[in-house]
């Protein structure tokens, strides 16, 4: 069983692992990638579940808009269940296409997706009256999304190297 990674270990390499330059770091060292890279990946996964979700969220309320459980006069705004479906819906595209790019290494997939979740938090906090276990979720998911990125992403270009 590897051990825990200690405060004082990380960014040194992983056992086994050649020290070799792995991208630029903030003071222009070289940054090598920890066992904390996997979050980079775990993040790009839960992206492409969570932009299914919010399709599927989306394609729900475009064909069904009496399916959710409050009329849309009982929402935090007052608009159309298909409106608000085609929201969910380009939402989703978008968190898709990020996660996709962000398992290929991509800078802009990175920055996206950081904006993405917190613009995916915000939709459903919104849409907590009409499907408030959906909603939670998928802003639980956010916020690892988020935590994943922000914390742990400078290290993903040590893995496409």
């Not at 070799?20 to 993040?43: C, E, K, L, Q």
């Not at 989306?58 to 929402?75: E, K």
């Not at 998928?138 to 893995?159: N, Q, W």
Request: glycine residues 14%; proline residues 4%; contains cysteine.
């Amino acid at each position: 069983m590897p051990e825990p990674l200690r405060p004082d270990t990380v960014g040194a390499p992983l056992h086994g692992e050649a020290s070799g330059r792995a991208g630029p770091g903030r003071d222009g060292s070289a940054v090598t990638p920890t066992g904390w890279v996997g979050w980079i990946a775990f993040a790009g996964f839960m992206m492409i579940i969570e932009g299914g979700f919010q399709c599927i969220q989306g394609l729900v309320a475009i064909f069904d808009d009496g399916y959710y459980l409050v009329t849309r006069n009982g929402l935090v705004v007052d608009v159309d269940y298909r409106t608000w479906g085609w929201v969910h819906l380009l939402l989703g595209v978008l968190t898709l296409a990020a996660g996709l790019g962000l398992l290929r290494g991509q800078t802009w997939a990175r920055v996206t997706g950081v904006v993405l979740a917190v613009v995916s938090a915000l939709v459903n906090i919104t849409f907590l009256a009409a499907y408030p276990l959906w909603s939670t979720l998928v802003i639980a998911v956010d916020v690892i999304v988020i935590y994943a990125l922000i914390v742990h992403g400078r290290e993903s270009k040590a893995l496409y190297r």
